[in-house]
C-alpha cells in the first residue's frame, strides 16, 4: 500500500517526485512575436498549422506539441502510459482528435485554462501512485477557435473592452517519467472552486483571481512554507488586473509577493504594442509560457523553485446566458530543480 | 515509493484495492418508469428538479446524487479528499457548478458517455496512490439539455431515426475509500481511442462498439483472464446495434460472451414500450445503473465480479460539421466482492 502523501486540507507531497524529462510548445504567429519568442519550439507563420479550419488546427497544434516534447525525451508514444490533455473547445475536441492520432491511453480533462495545472498535477499523482513509468500532460487553445465559440465570429470584429484578454494560439506539453534528469513535481495543491460573484466574460481574471488566492494561501499553509520559498510563484492568465489584485489580496493578509510573483498572462505578450489589453489567457498561455520560458529558466539557473499555478474559469456562454456568475478553479504544482 | 501497478499494455492492478463505501442515483420521470425503477434512490416526478432551467436541473442532480451517497456512506462532503465528475454540456457546467457549490477539491473530466468509467479510475487510482482517504466519483446527463446542445431544440420535434439512443436523465455518484466495507474497484484498465470511421450522429453505438471491444479484449489479454471470470461484463451506452455488434465482434475471436455480457443503456429502458428506439444513452445512463442494478446486484449477491465499461463517443457538433468520424473511447473497471 501506497503511504498517504496528504499534508493540509488540499495539498500532496510526492513520495518520489516524478521528473520532467521533456518539454516542448507550440505557438501561433502573434505569439511568436512578443517578447517570449525565443522559449518556444515551432512558431507557425498563421494560425491555420497547414489545416483547412482552426479547430483541425489546433488538435494539429497539440500533436506538433507533443511530439517535439517526445523527441527532445528521446522517447517515443509507445512509451507513455497515460496521456492527460484538456482544451477548451466543446466537447474538448482538440485533445480527443489529438488523443486518436497518438494512440496513448487517454483521459480528457476540462479545467478550462487551468487545465495545464491539472493535467501536470494529475501526470505526476499517476506516476507517484505507481501506475506507469511515463506519462503526458498536454493543454491548448486557439484565439480563432475561442472567439467564434465563445464570443462573436471574427467576421463581426467586435469591439474589446479594457478588461478583456487575448486568447493565445499556443500548446505545450510535459512529458513527466520516474527516471532521468529534470526538474521533478515534488507537492500539488488541488483546487477548490470559489465565486465572488464575477458575471462580466470579459473580465475574467478578476473571477479567476479568487481561486488563485485560495489556492495560494492554501498551499503555504499545508506547506507550512513561506512565498519567499519559491523563487517565482507564477499564475496562469490573470492578466494585468487579476495579477494587480492577487497582489493586493495577499497584502491585506501581510504579504508582499511583489518580488516573487508573476502571470503568464502578463509575460506572453508585449501589452504595450500587441493590443491585448489586459494580457493572454487560454490553456495554451500557461502550457506555452511553463513549457518555455519557466522550464527553460529553472534549466539554465534562473529559477529553482517554481510554484505553478495555472487558473480557470469553469463557466459557459449558456450558464452566463441563465443569469449564472463565473467560478474560477486553480491547482498549484510545485517544481523544483 | 509506491510498487509499479501496470499489467500487460492498458492495465492496472491496484494494491490496495479502494472500497466503495456509498453510491446512490438520481434520475427523471421517464427512467422511474422503466424496469430498474426499484434501484433509485430518488425518482423525480418531472426533468426540472425545481429548477428554472434544465441545465439548473442538471447540476442539482449531480448534488442530490452526491448528497444521497455521502449520506448513504454515513460520511459528508468534507470527508471526501477528491472529487473527480464530468457531464455532456459544453464547458462541463454541471460537474463545475455542482462542485463550486460542495466544495470540494475538483478535477473536471471530459470522457463523453465513458465519464463514469474515467472518474471511477481516477478517484481509484487516487486513493490506491495515497493521495487521501476518500474520493468521489460522479457522472450525469440530462436529455433536454443534451437534445437541444447537440441536435435540436426539443421544440422543434425533430423525428429519430431506429438506430437513435435516448440520453438519459440521470446522475450517479460513487464514494470511495481506503477502508470499510462493500465491494472493491480492483483493476483498470485505460482505454485508448479507436475510430473506424462511422459519421452518423444517430449511431453512436457503432462508433462506440470498437473501442468497447479494443478495451474489454485488452483487460482480459493483460489480465490473462478470460472472460467467464466475470458474473457480468457490462458496456456503457452501446444499445441494441452496438450490443449485438459487440458479441459478434467477440465471436469472431471465438469467443462466446452471450451469457454473461450486457449493456446499461439496453437495461434502462423497456425498448418496446417506451418508444427509445435503440435505448439508453449519455453519462447518465451508465452512472445511474451502476449505482442501482449493478452494486445493488453484487451486494445482494446477484453478482460477484462485474467488470464496468462505460463508454464514450468524443465528437461535438462542430467536428461533424467538418467532416470528422467519431471516436470511441472505452474505461474498464473490474469491481469484485
Known amino acids: 500500500m501506497c503511504q498517504t502523501k496528504k499534508i493540509g486540507r488540499q495539498t500532496f507531497a510526492l513520495a518520489s517526485p516524478p521528473i520532467i524529462i521533456g518539454h516542448a510548445n507550440v505557438v501561433g504567429k502573434k505569439e511568436g512575436e512578443g517578447p517570449l519568442s525565443d522559449s518556444f519550439d515551432l512558431i507557425n507563420p498563421d494560425t491555420t498549422f497547414g489545416e483547412s479550419t482552426w479547430e483541425k488546427a489546433e488538435r494539429t497544434m497539440q500533436k506538433l506539441a507533443l511530439n517535439k516534447a517526445l523527441s527532445k525525451a528521446q522517447i517515443t508514444s ?14 474538448c475536441i482538440s485533445s480527443g482528435y489529438a488523443a ?5 491511453p487517454y483521459f480528457g480533462l476540462y479545467g478550462a485554462c487551468s487545465t495545464m495545472s491539472e493535467s501536470l498535477s494529475l501526470a505526476a ?4 501512485g505507481g501506475f506507469g513509468s511515463c506519462t503526458a500532460a498536454v493543454a491548448s487553445s486557439h484565439f480563432c477557435t475561442a472567439e467564434r465559440q465563445y464570443r462573436t465570429p ?9 478588461t478583456a484578454q487575448w486568447t493565445a494560439t499556443a500548446a505545450g506539453c510535459v512529458i513527466l517519467a520516474k527516471e532521468g534528469n529534470g526538474p521533478r513535481v515534488t507537492n500539488v495543491t488541488i483546487g477548490r472552486i470559489q465565486d465572488k460573484g464575477v458575471k462580466d466574460p470579459s473580465n475574467m481574471g478578476a473571477a479567476m483571481t479568487w481561486a488563485a488566492y485560495d489556492t495560494i494561501s492554501c498551499h503555504l499553509k ?4 513561506s512565498s519567499a520559498y519559491y523563487d517565482l510563484i507564477v499564475t ?4 494585468k488586473l487579476g495579477h494587480d489584485l492577487l497582489l493586493e489580496l495577499f497584502q491585506q493578509d501581510g504579504f508582499d509577493l511583489s518580488q516573487n510573483y508573476d502571470d503568464c498572462g502578463c509575460l506572453l505578450y508585449d501589452r504595450e504594442n500587441q493590443d491585448v489589453h ?3 489567457s487560454g490553456c495554451g498561455c500557461s502550457a506555452s509560457v511553463l513549457t518555455g520560458y519557466l522550464l527553460n529558466g529553472m534549466k539554465s539557473g534562473t529559477w529553482k523553485r517554481i510554484l505553478f499555478c495555472a487558473t480557470g474559469a469553469l463557466h459557459s456562454p449558456t450558464s452566463l446566458g ?3 456568475t463565473i467560478p474560477g478553479i486553480c491547482h498549484a504544482v510545485a517544481i523544483e530543480m
Do not use: K, S
Not at 100 to 104: A, F, N, T
Not at 125 to 128: G, H, S
Not at 154 to 162: D, I, K
Open 78 to 91: 509507445a512509451d507513455v502510459d497515460l496521456l492527460f490533455a484538456g482544451d477548451l473547445l466543446n466537447q
Open 100 to 104: 486518436r492520432d497518438v494512440g496513448i
Open 125 to 128: 499523482m499517476a506516476l507517484d
Open 154 to 162: 471574427l467576421e463581426y470584429g467586435g469591439q474589446r473592452t479594457p
Open 222 to 225: 499545508d506547506t507550512g512554507r
Open 236 to 239: 496562469g492568465d490573470l492578466g
Open 278 to 280: 489586459c494580457g493572454a
Open 322 to 324: 441563465q443569469g449564472d
